[in-house]
């Protein structure tokens, strides 16, 4: 029986190439599009831990403690409710607050690998008017 991907089709598939074009074998990938790949006994582990020491490092925050994502409790007074719309006597934050930086980042990871969508989702929201309660 011959199947796909078993390591004698892998090898005779490489041979092939390597006749047709120039090419060589770098081994297994472990690094790709900013994705770790780690190849395990039972199977292989892809994640972003490198990506993701960048970014806090970029934003100063590789030395913080790890916390759990707190949820935050909503509530029915509007003017206590700390997700409500921007108010007329709130102030942006400037430009040099990178918050729309940080969203892009945190999107492409929690696109990539899943962390805690809900509150890259809530900081979305405010992207186009970010104020320091945000």
Same mark, same amino acid.
């Given at each position: 029986?011959?199947?796909?991907?078993?390591?004698?089709?892998?090898?005779?598939?490489?041979? %092939?190439?390597?006749?047709?074009?120039?090419?060589?074998?770098?081994?297994?990938?472990?690094?790709?599009?900013?994705?770790?790949?780690? %190849?395990?006994? =039972?199977?292989?582990?892809?994640?972003?831990?490198?990506?993701?020491?960048?970014?806090?490092?970029?934003?100063?925050?590789?030395?913080?403690?790890?916390?759990?994502?707190?949820? +935050?409790?909503?509530?029915? =007074?509007?003017?206590?409710?700390?997700?409500?719309?921007?108010?007329?006597?709130?102030?942006?934050?400037?430009?040099? +607050?990178?918050?729309?930086?940080?969203?892009?980042?945190?999107?492409?990871?929690?696109?990539?690998?899943?962390? =805690?969508?809900?509150?890259?989702?809530?900081?979305?929201?405010?992207?186009?008017?970010?104020? %320091?309660?945000?």
């Amino acid at each position: 029986m011959n199947l796909i991907g078993t390591l004698e089709e892998l090898t005779r598939i490489a041979s %092939h190439l390597k006749s047709e074009f120039e090419m060589k074998d770098l081994g297994k990938t472990q690094y790709c599009l900013s994705l770790d790949i780690e %190849h395990c006994s =039972d199977g292989i582990l892809v994640h972003q831990s490198n990506y993701t020491q960048k970014v806090l490092h970029r934003l100063n925050e590789d030395k913080a403690k790890s916390s759990s994502t707190p949820m +935050v409790v909503r509530t029915l =007074d509007v003017k206590r409710d700390p997700f409500r719309p921007k108010e007329d006597d709130e102030e942006i934050l400037e430009p040099e +607050v990178p918050y729309l930086s940080v969203i892009g980042t945190l999107l492409y990871l929690a696109q990539c690998i899943r962390p =805690d969508t809900f509150a890259v989702n809530l900081l979305a929201r405010y992207s186009n008017a970010p104020t %320091h309660r945000h």
